[in-house]
Nanobody, 121 residues
Framework: RAQLMESGGGSVQAGGSLTLSCATF?????MGWFRQAPGKEREWVTA???????TYDGSVKGRFTFSQDNTNNRLYLRMNNLKPDDTAMYYC??????????????????WGQGTKVTVSS
């Protein structure tokens, strides 16, 4: 069975908001969100290490909020004031503690299938 499963992507106009959800089926020390735009490499967006507060890439800080619902085993990424540059496939990811120190995709062992976000100007 898949370890992670995203939902909630869609199309919005610039300035709009979306909330992505990720169902988790395991317990992880590090969880995060990545995105990959067409023709570009996968890039880190936000991550949280167990017991700590989320950290954010500068391009989304102040606009995106990463939260957890441990009762329902879900992660959320609330995205406000979306910009066309936010257009990408968004992935939730999980791994051991080293993933939250490196923030490299290769260190995240588990990935969802991705959900597409399109922001039009």
């Amino acid at each position: 069975r898949a370890q992670l499963m995203e939902s909630g992507g869609g199309s919005v106009q610039a300035g709009g908001s979306l909330t992505l959800s990720c169902a988790t089926f395991g317990v992880y020390d590090c969880m995060g969100w990545f995105r990959q735009a067409p023709g570009k490499e996968r890039e880190w967006v936000t991550a949280i290490h167990v017991g700590d507060k989320p950290t954010y890439d500068g391009s989304v800080k102040g606009r995106f909020t990463f939260s957890q619902d441990n009762t329902n085993n879900r992660l959320y990424l609330r995205m406000n004031n979306l910009k066309p540059d936010d257009t990408a496939m968004y992935y939730c990811a999980a791994g051991g503690s080293v993933a939250c120190f490196s923030l490299r995709p290769i260190d995240f062992a588990y990935w969802g299938q991705g959900t597409k976000v399109t922001v039009s100007s």
